[in-house]
Each structure stands twice: as structure tokens, then as C-alpha cells.
């Protein structure tokens, strides 16, 4: 007898295809629920660095790393060339000035330095019979001078006494004549040796200047010379520390060749390189801080380097009042050179956020502190361990200042833990 089958109203197929449309009306329900609400990320709160946001003296700073110098160096730059005969000191030895360094042998300029002695000698003989030639010359016009003198003398003489002769007609006016150009032939030679002793004089004068000049020209070439043969021996130009000294005993130097320096260790100074970025403001005067132990130094910068390498330039920098006990040549320094005024404002401690923000948003926990929200921001100076905020937080506003990497685009923080 055949039975009766009832047809099921919920088969397999039936229940899939209504399980598959509730889970897709639940999907259509989530996606508008999250689109239309605020994207959320469950944070533990000890993975959070927290700061507040607080009043303060805040300075601009950057952080820079210096190395000691010397006050001053003094470069050993050959004057004369030769070969090393000597060396007087070792390298790293502290001088004074004058002390001898090292010697060198330069058998040409010791031959030029005898070669000059004699032409200086050879000038000094030729100007001396050039000399008693001229005294000779002038005591001989001189005694000429002297016989005209006597010879007008007894003409005079002879002229006064025939012009009264012949006032008196005693004497024949051939005689008296014959006096009288006698006479005027004497005055005329007298002015004639006077004038001649003049010239003399002049000419002796003119000839004693020129080998005045001469010997003195002389005397300095000979003196140069013997300047040359000193430099030969170089001494230290200062009291310091002679470093770098390039030389061997043997050994052949040009002139101009650099052999070391010397140190003045009176004083030190600190050479600093700085970023480009910071080019149009650092000048002269600007003042550092370096931080040793409790103590706290301050430096100014005396002069800046303005050629640019490798993206950096170099400033000198000098200490203002006390200095670091036991400091060395070549010490390294961490410095940070302040670029503006200590002023009021507030900040929040540097962090890992502005990699992601750009410093134009951050995430402020609610006052229960149990939730974050994003908040913009806006960020004015800073220094390695503050941002200056301009606007966006108040005094006491708490923020998250760890890096937002696993953050996404969330919108919202939700703190877990205590």
C-alpha cells in the first residue's frame, strides 16, 4: 500500500540560501554602521608614552658635536730649502719661542753668503780710495786756492803803491799799468777757485751720497743673505706645542714645503659643523651650551665658515668665562647652540607621532583618560627635546606622543588597561 510522502518546507538548499542572505544584510548593516560612525582601535595603555601639555621656558636649540683645537695654529712653512742636518726636538714637544727645531745644510746659499761678503768687502776698499782720491783732489784746489789768494795779496800791494807813484808822476805809466792788470788778473782767478771749489764741494757731496747708498745697499744684500743661512735653522715662531713635525735627518726639503706646526696652548677653541639648513641663522655672537657632569660651560661662536661642504659648514666657537678642567686637543664636545631667546610657551615633549602627523594633528585622551580623539594642532619651533604648540591644546591637555605607525586611520583610541 502505497504511503503518503509530506514535502519538507526547510530543506538543506533552502537554509543556505537564506543563511547566505542574513549574512550579507549583516555585512550591508556593518559596513554602513562603520561609515557612518567613528573607526575605533582598542590601545593597552602600556604601549603608550602620554604626555601633558604645559607652560614652560622654552629655548630653540640645535644639537651639534665639536672638536678641541688649539686657540691658534702657527704653520712651519720652509723658508729655504735643503737637507735635514738636524733635528733638535721630537714631535709633540712644547716649545718656546725662538727654540730651535731642526737645521738644514744649503751649500749654494753658503756659497752666495761668501761670494756677498766679498763683493761687499771689494766695495768697502773702492770706497775708500774713492774717497781719499776726492780728500786729495780737494786739498789740492784748496792749496791752489790758497797761492791765488797770496799772489792777489802782493798785487794789491804792488797796484796800491804805484797809483800813489803815479799820482805823483814818480813812475812810468807802463809800470803802473802792468800792476793794475796784474792786480785785476788775480781777482778774476780768485773768483774763478772759488767757484771751482764749489763744484768741488758739490761734486764730493753727490759722490759720498752715492757710495753711501751703495754701501748700504750692500750692507742689507749681505745682511738678507745672511737671514737666508739663518733660516736655515727653523725655531719655533711662538710658545706651544710643536705637532705634526715632518721631517728625517737626510732628508731633502723644497722651500715653502710645510715640515709641522705649532700649537699655541694658551686658549682653546671648538670647531663645530652645522647642517646648511641653519646657514641664514647662525652668526657670529650666537652662544652654545655643553653640559659636563653638573656643570654647565658657555660658548659663543667667534667666527663661521660660510663655504659649504657635504651639506655642512664649520663655525669656531669660543668658551665664555670658565673652561672644562683636563681638556684636550681633539677631545669631542655635544654642544647645542641656542637660536633664539629663552621665551614662555607651551610645549609637549618630541615624539614619535610627527612622523605620521606631520605635526598638524595628535591624539588627545579625554579627561577619564579611557579614550583619545585626533585633534589638530599646530606646531612652531622646537628643539631636540620639545615642539612649541601654537595652537590646538590647552595647559594640562594630555596627549599620545608615541610613534602612530600601527595606528592606521583610526579615529579614535580606546585605552585599555590601568
Known amino acids: 500500500m502505497d504511503r503518503i510522502i509530506k514535502k519538507k518546507k526547510w530543506t538543506p538548499g533552502k537554509i543556505a540560501m ?15 554602521v562603520s561609515a557612518s560612525g567613528k573607526s575605533k582601535l582598542n590601545v593597552d595603555a602600556e604601549r603608550m608614552t602620554i604626555a601633558t601639555a604645559k607652560n614652560a621656558a622654552f629655548r630653540e636649540f640645535i644639537p651639534v658635536t665639536g672638536i678641541v683645537q688649539p686657540i691658534s695654529t702657527i704653520f712651519l712653512d720652509l723658508q729655504e730649502g735643503g737637507r735635514v742636518e738636524e733635528i733638535f726636538v721630537e714631535d709633540g714637544a712644547v716649545l718656546t719661542r725662538g727654540q730651535p727645531i731642526l737645521k738644514l745644510k744649503n751649500t749654494d746659499l753658503e756659497m752666495n753668503l761668501v761670494t756677498q761678503e766679498s763683493a761687499v768687502y771689494n766695495l768697502l776698499v773702492q770706497s775708500q780710495i774713492s774717497q781719499n782720491a776726492a780728500r786729495q783732489n780737494t786739498i789740492s784746489k784748496l792749496t791752489m786756492a790758497v797761492d791765488v789768494e797770496s799772489s792777489l795779496k ?199 607621532f610627527y612622523q605620521q602627523t606631520g605635526g598638524n594633528w595628535i591624539f588627545k585622551l579625554v579627561r577619564d583618560g579611557n579614550k583619545a580623539y585626533r585633534t589638530d594642532i599646530r606646531i612652531g619651533r622646537q628643539n631636540p627635546d620639545y615642539y612649541e604648540v601654537l595652537d590646538g591644546l590647552q595647559p594640562g591637555d594630555q596627549v599620545v606622543v608615541n610613534s602612530y605607525e600601527n595606528y592606521g586611520d583610526v579615529q579614535e583610541l580606546l585605552v585599555k588597561g590601568p
Request: glycine content about 8%.
Open 18 to 32: 537564506i543563511g547566505g542572505i542574513v549574512a550579507l544584510a549583516a555585512l550591508i548593516v556593518f559596513v554602513i
Open 154 to 352: 802782493e798785487a794789491k800791494r804792488i797796484y796800491d803803491l804805484n797809483s800813489k807813484l803815479m799820482a805823483q808822476k814818480n813812475i812810468a805809466p807802463q809800470e803802473y799799468q802792468e800792476s793794475k792788470n796784474r792786480y785785476e788778473y788775480y781777482l778774476e782767478k780768485r773768483q774763478l777757485m772759488m767757484e771751482i771749489l764749489k763744484q768741488d764741494s758739490i761734486a764730493v757731496l753727490q759722490q759720498m751720497e752715492q757710495l753711501s747708498l751703495t754701501n748700504t745697499g750692500s750692507q742689507n744684500a749681505l745682511e738678507l743673505m745672511r737671514r737666508k743661512i739663518a733660516d736655515l735653522t727653523v725655531c719655533a715662531p711662538v710658545d706651544g706645542q710643536l705637532t705634526s713635525l715632518d721631517a728625517e735627518i737626510g732628508q731633502s726639503k723644497n722651500k715653502g714645503e710645510r715640515i709641522g706646526q705649532v700649537d699655541v696652548l694658551s686658549g682653546f677653541k671648538v670647531r663645530v659643523d652645522v647642517d646648511e639648513h641653519y646657514i641664514s641663522r647662525i652668526y657670529a655672537g650666537l652662544e652654545g651650551q655643553y653640559k659636563r657632569g653638573d656643570s654647565l660651560y658657555t660658548l659663543a661662536i667667534k667666527k663661521v665658515y660660510t663655504q659649504v661642504t657635504a651639506g655642512r659648514f664649520a663655525v669656531d666657537m669660543l668658551f665664555q668665562g670658565s673652561v672644562p678642567d683636563n681638556i684636550r686637543r681633539g677631545q669631542s664636545l655635544q654642544i647645542r647652540i641656542a637660536l633664539s631667546d629663552e621665551t614662555e610657551a607651551l610645549i609637549i615633549p618630541r615624539g614619535g
